[in-house]
């Protein structure tokens, strides 16, 4: 089972069986259901001139759904990045599945999101309580294998802070977040990460990015909310930024 | 003749006779057509700067303002429908301007309320649909008005407070924040694995989807008394979860531990009674309290 068009029968996703059935009148019924249990999760019927694909999509699925703005990426080893310097650092980035019923011009609708059951999402808190963010956490590692349920992305860090910097953390905001998917595959990417160290505490976050390559398609983005993007709050102070500021560290 | 210039002449000979003359009912009705135009921009209007403003001002600024420009528009069709009878307006103004400062003086509490209200708004400390606690009274903020708030309780009641409270109040909101930390005492055995619970207790946090990683959760041993060892249990959570996950933890951290064997310390009361043979005691009977129920110590 991999990302892309699904065809009927049954699969296994994520611990998760999925199911597509052919009805008469050009209807498909498709189903979502434990691995060891006949429980129905997910029901939804789907009429003529629609298909099916799984897809990944912003971690903030199922019970983290309307509560999870960011994801908060924390580099299993620390970049000490000297003065005016560029890195390049390949990430992974959490992703959550979502069955998307595709029409003949690009719309979709997202009829069912599901995260990963291998592992438990953790959250995490990304500056103060009263102005902060609720991040997917996520341990990212140089060496960490590529698995289903992960993006790779390539952060590219300029050091614009006149001193040498520790960068052991990235956050990015999930309404600024482009998925792409290989169908036929499980690879998905989120193009390049540009963080902009700005001062010893601050870092701007740009999103945006190509596909690695051209057989990559764009995911429905199921986080629309775009307010993160030009204006931030901290206290009674206004940001407004092409990107994300970072401003509790990096 | 016909019908209508009879009904004309009828209706003539019924105002004379009430003194009242034809341009007189003229100018009433011209009055009363102007106040209702101006009655009904006000509605429109009110309702139009409510939806614009509601675009780049919060909920409740976006009502004030509406409800501010239907007044004026309502008091403007006054004063030109009483011109418009021969009142003169500029004196209407004067006497209306007296009479403002007459009534702010015979109505300090409504004055202290409006301007309780416009400080509320500045100051916001919540806004409608925030659950919060002002003095005693808890509940969700459904309106605030210029001079009251209302809050609907968590029963289903609908509290109406003078702004004038609400400012001189403590308030307490309890979605203000984005996280929120969650706190129990658990109260042990002396005898009991100390180690065991916590690390029970830190895997439980640890696989719940919904306790924060970072800040992590603290589990420590900090109290010690006649009855027990307290476990403290810290743990930050999302404000949106809050509640469910305090309710749900509790329950889980409990089964949990008397699953593995730790019993939770129960308080209890020894009654030692000595009898005639022991001589010198300061009693018949004496009654040793051992433990009491101490807030917030689970058992």
């Known amino acids: 089972m991999t990302y892309g068009m699904l065809s009927e029968g049954e699969l296994i996703v994520s611990g998760y069986r999925v199911r597509v059935k052919g009805l008469e009148g050009g209807f498909k019924l498709y189903t979502r259901l434990p691995l060891n249990e006949d429980k129905i999760l997910a029901s939804v019927m789907v009429g003529e001139g629609t298909d099916l694909s799984l897809v990944p999509v ?7 759904q309307g509560v999870v703005e960011c994801v908060y990426v924390k580099l299993e080893t620390p970049i000490v990045i000297g003065k005016e310097a560029k890195v390049d650092v390949r990430i992974t980035v959490p992703v959550d599945y979502a069955i998307a019923a595709m029409g003949p011009e690009g719309d979709f609708n997202v009829i069912d999101a599901f995260s990963d059951t291998e592992s438990t999402p953790k959250l995490a808190l990304y500056g103060t309580p009263t102005s902060g963010y609720i991040c997917r956490f996520h341990n990212s590692s140089s060496k960490e294998p590529f698995k289903p349920g992960l993006a790779e992305a390539l952060l590219r860090i300029n050091n614009y802070s006149g001193r040498i910097a520790t960068v052991s953390r990235a956050v990015i905001p999930l309404s600024l977040m482009e998925i792409y998917y290989k169908p036929g595959t499980w690879q998905a990417n989120v193009g390049i990460i540009t963080m902009n160290l700005e001062s010893e505490k601050a870092a701007e976050i740009i999103v945006g990015g190509m596909p690695p390559t051209a057989d990559f398609e764009k995911s429905p983005e199921i986080v629309t909310e775009k307010h993160l993007i030009s204006v931030q709050k901290l206290g009674y102070l206004t940001f407004k930024a092409a990107g994300f500021k970072m401003l509790w560290g990096y | 003749m016909g019908l209508s210039s009879e009904i004309m002449a009828y209706l003539s000979r019924f105002l004379s006779e009430l003194g009242l003359s ?20 006000a509605l429109f209007l009110g309702r139009y700067v ?76 919540f806004t409608i649909g925030d659950p919060v606690m002002i003095g005693n009274n808890t509940g969700i903020v459904e309106d605030v008005t210029i001079f009251s708030t209302r809050l609907r309780t968590f029963d289903g009641r609908l509290l109406r407070i003078s702004n004038n409270e609400v400012f001189n109040s403590t308030i307490v909101n309890m979605m203000a924040t984005k996280a929120r930390r969650i706190e129990y005492r658990f109260l042990l055995p002396h005898n009991s694995d100390a180690k065991k619970a916590i690390s029970i207790v830190k895997d439980i946090l ?11 959760p603290q589990v420590f041993i900090n109290e010690s008394n006649l009855d027990g060892i307290i476990m403290t249990i810290w743990a930050w959570s999302p404000s949106k979860s809050f509640f469910p996950v305090w309710t749900e933890l509790f329950s889980t951290i409990r089964e949990e531990l008397i699953k593995a064997g730790i019993q939770l310390a129960v308080p209890q009361r020894i009654i030692t009674i000595r009898g005639p043979e022991s001589a010198g005691a300061p009693g018949p009977e004496e009654e040793t309290l051992k433990t009491r129920e101490k807030q917030g110590v689970h058992s």
């Open chain 2, 206 to 216: 640890e696989k719940h989807p919904l306790i924060l990683a970072d800040p992590g």
């Open chain 2, 50 to 125: 409510r939806i614009r403003a509601s675009v780049k001002f919060s909920r409740e600024a976006a009502l004030i303002l509406g409800r501010v420009t239907s007044a004026l528009i309502v008091f403007a069709g006054f004063a030109l429908a009483l011109h418009s009878l021969g009142f003169n307006i500029s004196s209407l103004l004067l006497a209306g301007g007296f009479l403002a400062v007459a009534l702010g003086f015979a109505a300090q509490t409504v004055v202290s309320n409006l301007l309780s209200g416009v400080f509320l708004y500045i100051d916001r400390p």
């Open chain 2, 22 to 41: 034809a341009s007189t009912i003229r100018s009433v009705l011209v009055a009363v057509s102007i106040f209702v135009f101006f009655l009904a921009l």
């Open chain 1, 58 to 64: 912003e971690p903030s699925t199922g019970n983290l």
